[in-house]
């Protein structure tokens, strides 16, 4: 079974501040999708990136940059100089593809606020 | 391009009341979702549609809950009768499945922005 934990329930930060996200996951299936979401107080989910388990290399988009491990089966999410604007519930899931879609079984959440 | 679009966004109604959700996919999405978020958690998938095909419903509460999706577009979502713990957030989601087999070329979920049931 496909699990997801995000430890942290909520972080804290202020403005400029770098914070990293922890994501680990379980899963038997050697081909598999990891994701992150965030959702901001408007409730619409908003995909921020995908990776597939055969692809170990790290991203870094503007302000923000994933680091994905298989030997520690993690992949952490890090945003740099952040912003009230980055305040929002940030979810990591974990897919194996079911009949041809992404069928994500999601982390439950860690809400981060970022204080001015 | 439009979003994800689900109505209402809320909705407040007693127990043992019928309820029902709209979501219009984004156009020419073959694949729609139905997730359901509990206060503090993340999102459970519900109910899977390939076009107006439900091939994953596993998650589904049969004897309450029922979806159709009868011209592979929009999709409504019932509770009949709805329960106290059926409070949460319903989300829709849609997707391509982009041209090829392999498994890197299936594309991302959008979201909807939810509908927040309150069962009182």
């Known amino acids: 079974a496909q699990k997801v934990t995000q430890a942290q329930t909520e972080i804290s930060v202020v403005e400029k501040e770098d914070v990293t996200l922890d994501c680990v996951y379980e899963?038997?299936?050697?081909?598999?999708?990891l994701f992150w979401y965030k959702q901001p107080p408007s409730g619409e989910l908003v995909f921020l990136i995908r990776?597939?388990?055969?692809?170990?290399q790290n991203e870094i988009s503007g302000r923000y940059s994933w680091n994905f491990q298989k030997s520690t089966s993690s992949f952490n999410f890090t945003i740099t100089a952040s912003q009230v604007v980055d305040s929002a519930v940030y979810f990591c899931?974990?897919?194996?593809?079911?009949?041809?879609?992404?069928?994500?079984?999601f982390g439950r959440g860690t809400s981060l606020i970022v204080h001015p | 391009e439009a979003g994800v679009v689900q109505s209402p966004r809320y909705k407040i109604i007693e127990k043992k009341q019928p309820v029902a959700f709209w979501c219009n996919p984004i156009?020419?999405?073959?694949?729609l979702y139905w997730y359901r978020q509990n206060l503090g958690q993340g999102p459970e998938l519900l109910i899977r549609?390939?076009?107006?095909?439900?091939?994953?419903d596993s998650q589904l509460p049969k004897d309450r809950f029922s979806a159709e999706r009868l011209k592979g577009v929009d999709s409504t979502l019932k509770i009949q009768p709805a329960e106290l713990g059926d409070s949460a957030v319903y989300l829709c989601?849609?997707?391509?499945?982009?041209?090829?087999?392999?498994?890197?070329?299936?594309?991302?979920?959008?979201f909807g922005p939810g509908t927040r049931l309150t069962v009182l």
């Open positions: 156009s020419g999405h073959n694949t």
């Open positions: 899963t038997r299936d050697t081909t598999y999708y």
């Open positions: 990776r597939n388990s055969f692809d170990e």
């Open positions: 899931a974990l897919s194996e593809a079911r009949g041809g879609s992404y069928i994500p079984t």
């Open positions: 989601a849609s997707s391509s499945r982009a041209s090829g087999a392999t498994l890197v070329s299936y594309n991302e979920q959008f």
């Open positions: 549609y390939e076009n107006e095909e439900a091939v994953d």
